[in-house]
């Protein structure tokens, strides 16, 4: 009887501990996939993501991941980018392109001017 309430309260802590590392765990999925009122997908094959990305002023999209990517910004503007390590603002200018590898963000378009990018993701 000893042992069943042994494995029985062991099962118990065992679910509460992996539940707890569950929720602890962040899973971002692509920017088009968390956010799709931002994000328009314009091409995807076994080598590149190509997303159209419109943020308007006062516009902040769903935290999400991206590979390896360039992007162009068509209409810069000024923008906060939320990390895992704290928050930057930007101010970037129409026409800047920028590369970046990996990474897992949040953007809010602080300004008053929409940012329009394109963005071109390895996969």
């Not at 991206?66 to 000024?78: I, L, M």
Request: proline share 2%; no cysteine.
């Amino acid at each position: 009887m000893k042992m069943t309430k042994f494995i029985w309260t062991f099962f118990a802590l065992a679910v509460v501990v992996l539940s707890t590392q569950a929720s602890n765990a962040k899973e971002f999925g692509s920017a088009h996939v968390n956010s799709p009122q931002h994000y328009e997908m314009l091409l995807e094959n076994d080598k590149v993501l190509v997303l159209n990305m419109t943020l308007a002023p006062g516009e902040s999209d769903n935290w999400h991941k991206h590979n390896a990517e360039t992007v162009y910004f068509q209409s810069g503007g000024k923008a906060t980018i939320k990390t895992a390590e704290g928050a930057n603002t930007l101010d970037i200018p129409d026409g800047f392109t920028m590369w970046h590898d990996a990474w897992e963000h949040q953007v809010s378009n602080i300004g008053t001017t929409t940012i329009v990018a394109i963005i071109v993701e390895a996969k």
